[in-house]
C-alpha cells in the first residue's frame, strides 16, 4: 500500500510516500521559513502563495525519491485543519486533483492526529501502544490527548491563551534572537542556568486539571528584562529558565494525566517535541514512573507529510475515506 501524503497547513510544503503505513519512501520539504523571517512570523498571504510555487515540483520530488510513479500509488492524504486556511487550501486541491485523476482514495488527516502519528513512523520501535498519553506541543496547539484506539481521542486539557511553540517564538522575538524561536531557545539555553530566574510555574499545582497557560510566563520574561535595563544578566541565563519553566509545567502535568488515568505509555509530537530538554526531562520523569515514554524521531518532529501518510493510512484501513467535498478548516478539532 504506496500513499502520496501532502502537507500545506502551516510553511512547511512537504510531500511524502509511506509503505503500508509506516515506512518512509520520501519525506521531502520545503521550509519558507527564510521568506517569513524578515516579519518575526508567518505572513499567512506569502505563505499560501509560495505554497502554490512549489506544491507541484515537491510532489514530483517525492515521487521520483520514492523511485514509483503517479500510476503506483494506492491513495492520497492530505493536511485538511487546522491551519491557515489559503495554505491548506493549495494541498487540498492539489490532492483532489490527483485522486480525481487516477481515481484512488482521498483521505483528509487532521494535522494534530499526524503529529501524534510521526511516533508510529520507521525507525521508531516499538510503536506505541494504545491507550496512550500525547503531549502534543507545536506552534499552534499545546494539549494533553489521551488516545484510546486509532481515530479515538479525548483532549484532557489543552492551553489556555499562547501555545508553547508561541512562546518560545514570542520570547525569541522579544529578545531579538530570530525566528522561529524554539530551535535557538534550545540551543542557547544549554550555555545557561535554568536556576538564573525562578519563573512562576503557571496551573502547576492542580491535581487532576491538564490545562496549560504560557503567556504568563512570556510576560514575565518582559516584565524582567524591562525592568533590568541596565542588564546584568546573561541572555542565556533568561532563557533557560524560561525553558525550563515551560517543559516543568510540560512534564509534569503529562506524567500526571498518565498515572491518574492508569495509562502506561506516554508519547510526545509537534514542533516543541524536537526541544532537547523537554525529550530528556520527559523519558526521565517518565521511565520513574513506569511509562515508556516513545518520543518521535527528530526528522519528524516538525511539519512534515510522512506522519500524514501514516495518519492516513489508519484513517483508510477504518474506512474514513473523503469525498470531493472535503473542505479545509482553519479551526479542525482532533
Ligand atoms: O508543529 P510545528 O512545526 O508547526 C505547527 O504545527 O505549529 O511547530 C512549530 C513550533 C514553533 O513554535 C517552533 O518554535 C517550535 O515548534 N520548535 C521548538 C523547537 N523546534 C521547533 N520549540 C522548542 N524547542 C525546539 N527545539
Ligand atoms: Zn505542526
Redesign the pocket.
Known amino acids: 500500500m504506496l500513499i502520496l501524503a501532502i502537507e500545506s497547513?502551516?510553511d512547511?510544503t512537504s510531500a511524502a510516500v509511506v509503505k503500508d503505513g509506516h515506512e518512509v519512501l520520501s519525506n521531502v520539504i520545503a521550509s519558507q521559513i527564510e521568506f517569513h523571517k524578515k516579519y518575526g512570523g508567518i505572513v499567512p498571504e506569502v505563505a499560501s502563495r509560495k505554497h502554490i510555487e512549489v506544491i507541484n515540483p515537491i510532489i514530483k520530488e517525492a515521487l521520483d525519491q520514492a523511485n514509483v510513479g503517479f500510476k503506483d500509488i494506492n491513495a492520497v492524504a492530505v493536511t485538511c485543519g487546522p491551519?491557515l486556511v489559503g495554505s491548506l487550501l493549495v494541498g487540498v486541491c492539489a490532492a483532489k486533483a490527483i485522486a480525481y485523476s487516477l481515481n484512488i482514495p482521498l483521505i483528509g488527516v487532521n494535522?494534530l492526529e499526524g503529529?501524534m502519528y510521526a511516533n508510529f513512523l520507521i525507525p521508531q520501535s516499538p510503536s506505541p501502544q494504545f491507550p496512550f498519553i500525547a503531549l502534543l506541543v507545536?506552534?499552534?496547539?499545546t494539549m494533553i490527548v489521551e488516545a484510546k484506539d486509532h481515530g479515538k481521542y479525548k483532549v484532557l486539557g489543552q492551553t489556555r491563551d499562547d501555545?508553547?511553540?508561541?512562546a518560545?517564538?514570542k520570547v525569541a522575538r522579544f529578545l531579538k534572537l530570530g525566528f522561529?524561536?524554539?530551535?535557538v531557545?534550545?540551543k542557547l539555553a544549554r550555555e545557561g542556568n535554568p536556576k538564573a530566574v525562578d519563573f512562576k510555574r503557571p496551573m502547576i499545582e492542580k491535581e487532576f486539571h491538564y490545562d496549560f497557560s504560557f503567556s504568563g510566563i512570556k510576560t514575565a520574561v518582559v516584565n524582567l528584562v524591562m525592568r533590568n535595563t541596565s542588564c546584568v544578566m546573561r541572555v542565556e541565563d533568561i532563557v533557560a529558565s524560561f525553558q525550563q519553566a515551560v517543559v516543568d509545567v510540560l512534564v509534569e502535568k503529562t506524567i500526571k494525566a498518565a498515572v491518574n488515568h492508569n495509562i502506561k505509555t506516554v508519547c510526545l509530537a509537534?514542533?516543541?517535541s524536537?526541544?532537547?530538554l523537554?525529550r530528556k526531562q520527559l523519558k526521565e520523569a517518565g521511565e520513574k514512573e513506569g511509562l515508556a515514554v516513545i518520543l518521535p524521531s527528530l526528522e519528524y518532529?516538525?511539519?512534515n507529510a510522512a506522519m500524514i501518510g501514516c495518519a492516513g493510512y489508519y484513517r483508510l484501513l477504518n474506512g474514513k475515506v473523503a469525498d470531493f467535498s472535503l473542505r479545509p478548516s482553519a479551526i479542525l478539532k482532533l
Open positions: 497547513s502551516c512547511e491551519g494535522h503529529h507545536s506552534g499552534g496547539h501555545a508553547a511553540g508561541e518560545f517564538d522561529p524561536g524554539g530551535p531557545i534550545d509537534g514542533g516543541v524536537a526541544n532537547s523537554l518532529t516538525t511539519d
